[in-house]
């Protein structure tokens, strides 16, 4: 998960409308692939790492700094279901999303996919992440 964090901490600040988040993809203890939020907000943390570690994400653990999103404003598929989709066995999230692309809906989606999922790992190293971006959601409801 500290992986992720820093990985998230490269773009912090540069991924306006969406916050910055870290996603790693490990397994059998080998990290297959990191990446952050691109500038800009698209595309996301897990669609890059999914991306970049093709086939072998099948039956990994990602570490991802906020929830991911179970919807997207663009209608295509969010972060959650292309994590079940590819397979990811375990999702361990640092930090809940409190977006109304998010907010459970992508622990819900993960979880009716047989994907196990654990929150709150190195949750008060995230956060500094998201403080900022939390404020203006929760006075303008965007996320």
């Keep these: 998960m500290r992986l992720a964090i820093a990985e998230a901490f490269l773009n912090h600040g540069k991924t306006l409308p969406n916050p910055s988040v870290g ?3 490990v ?3 080998v990290v297959l692939a990191a990446a952050a939020t691109a500038p800009g907000g698209r595309p996301h943390a897990e669609e890059q790492a999914l991306e970049a570690a093709g086939a072998a994400a099948r039956g990994s653990t990602a570490y991802v700094t906020l929830e991911p999103c179970g919807a997207r404003s663009s209608g295509s598929a969010g972060c959650a279901r292309r994590l079940a989709e590819a397979g990811v066995g375990r999702v361990v999230v640092a930090c ?3 977006s109304p692309f998010a907010s459970g809906q992508g622990d819900a989606i993960l979880k009716a996919a ?7 790992l190195l949750a008060a190293e995230a956060e500094p992440l998201y403080a900022e971006w939390r404020k203006g959601f929760a006075v303008s409801g965007n996320g």
């Design 23 to 25: 996603c790693v993809l």
């Design 27 to 29: 397994k059998d203890g």
């Design 96 to 98: 809940e999303d409190p």
């Design 114 to 120: 047989g994907v196990s999922v654990e929150t709150g």
